[in-house]
């Protein structure tokens, strides 16, 4: 995602059960991302910053949280 419309109109899709935070991503945006999942069914947000090796840290990190929601849902 590049903008906080496009994750905005995305998320008010309520198609989504997880968002995922990333690092670079700003205080102010950060939270208002935080009440848009809120307000469209987004069952869990990640708030992190991912680390290197990247594919590790999504296998370790990333996948057990999301395969969780995806359980609850």
């Avoid at 990333?22 to 848009?36: F, H, I, L, Q, T």
């Amino acid at each position: 995602m590049s903008t906080d419309d496009e994750a905005r109109t995305l998320l008010e899709t309520e198609a989504f059960g997880v968002l995922i935070i990333g690092g670079g991503v700003g205080p102010e945006s950060r939270a208002a991302m935080k009440e848009c999942a809120a307000r469209h069914g987004v069952r869990r947000v990640i708030d992190g910053a991912l680390s290197e090796p990247f594919d590790a840290y999504v296998r370790r990190e990333l996948e057990p949280l999301i395969r969780e929601a995806a359980a609850s849902g």
